[in-house]
C-alpha cells in the first residue's frame, strides 16, 4: 500500500498568516494527489486534485504544489472558516489512502 | 445540485448486521462510481472501496473483503453497504462519496453527509 504521511499533525495559525501543510507519499504518485478539508460533524470537502488544480467554487487562496513523493497545500491567507482538518489523498493505486490528517486552529 | 443523502444513525449489538443507504441526486447515477469510506471516532478517513454504478461489480480493500457488502438500486440512484457480523471495531462514520476519474486518477468531489454506526452490547 501507498502511505500517505502529513505533518504537521496540528499548527495553528493568525489570521491572514500564510499556512503550509506537507504530504509525503511512500512512492511516486504522478501528481495523483487530493487534499480535503473536514469541519467537525461535516463530511470533508474537496479542495485540490491533481496535485495543483483548484476544485471549482474553492477560494483561491488555497493552492497545491508538489510532484513524485512529496506535495504541499499552502492557505495564502488565513480566515476563520479555514479551521478544520485537512487530508491529502492518493488516487494512484488500489488501495486509495489518505494521510492521518493536519488540524488546523485559528491562534 | 449534487447531493449524495445517507440513512439515519444506527446502534447495533455485536453480531447483528446493519445496511445503510446512499441516494444520489442531481447527476446520471450510473455515470460514476460509488465509494465507500471509513472514520472511526477521532480517527483518520479509510477507503473501503468501490461499486461500478454500471455493472454492480464490487471492489473491496483487504481489510473489508469478510463482512463488507456494497451493492444497488438502480432504479432508485441508491447505493448501499451492508456490514455483517458486526463487532466494536465496527463503531464509526461511513461516508458515501462519488467517484472522479482524471486521467487515471481517483478522487471524490462529493460526499454524503455521513452515517454513524454504534456498535455496543
Known amino acids: 500500500d501507498i502511505q500517505m504521511t502529513q505533518s504537521p499533525a496540528s499548527l495553528s495559525a493568525s489570521l491572514g498568516e500564510t499556512v503550509t501543510i506537507q504530504c509525503r507519499a511512500s512512492e511516486d504518485i504522478y501528481s495523483g494527489l487530493a487534499w480535503y478539508q473536514q469541519k467537525p460533524g461535516k463530511s470533508p470537502q474537496l479542495l485540490i486534485y491533481g496535485a495543483s488544480s483548484l476544485q471549482d467554487g474553492v477560494p483561491s487562496r488555497f493552492s497545491g504544489s508538489g510532484s513524485g513523493t512529496q506535495y504541499s497545500l499552502k492557505i495564502s491567507s488565513m480566515q476563520t472558516e479555514d479551521e478544520g482538518v485537512y487530508f491529502c489523498?492518493?488516487?494512484?493505486?488500489?488501495?486509495?489512502?489518505f494521510g492521518a490528517g493536519t488540524k488546523l486552529e485559528l491562534k | 445540485q449534487i447531493q449524495l443523502v445517507q440513512s439515519g444513525p444506527e446502534l447495533k449489538k455485536p453480531g447483528e448486521s446493519v445496511k445503510i443507504s446512499c441516494k444520489a441526486s442531481?447527476?446520471?447515477?450510473?455515470?460514476?462510481?460509488m465509494n465507500w469510506v471509513k472514520q472511526a471516532p477521532g480517527n483518520g478517513l479509510k477507503w473501503m472501496g468501490w461499486?461500478?454504478?454500471?455493472?454492480?461489480?464490487?471492489t473491496y480493500a483487504d481489510d473489508f473483503k469478510q463482512r463488507f457488502v456494497f451493492s444497488l438500486e438502480t432504479s432508485a440512484s441508491t447505493a448501499y453497504l451492508q456490514i455483517n457480523n458486526l463487532n466494536i471495531e465496527d463503531t464509526a462514520t461511513y461516508f458515501c462519496?462519488?467517484?472522479?476519474?482524471?486521467?487515471?486518477?481517483?478522487?471524490?468531489?462529493?460526499w454524503g453527509q455521513g452515517v454513524m454506526v454504534t456498535v455496543s452490547s
Open positions: 461499486i461500478n454504478t454500471q455493472t454492480g461489480k464490487p
Open positions: 489523498q492518493q488516487g494512484l493505486k488500489y488501495p486509495y489512502t
Open positions: 442531481g447527476y446520471t447515477f450510473t455515470d460514476y462510481a
Open positions: 462519496t462519488r467517484g472522479f476519474i482524471t486521467t487515471v486518477v481517483t478522487l471524490f468531489d462529493y
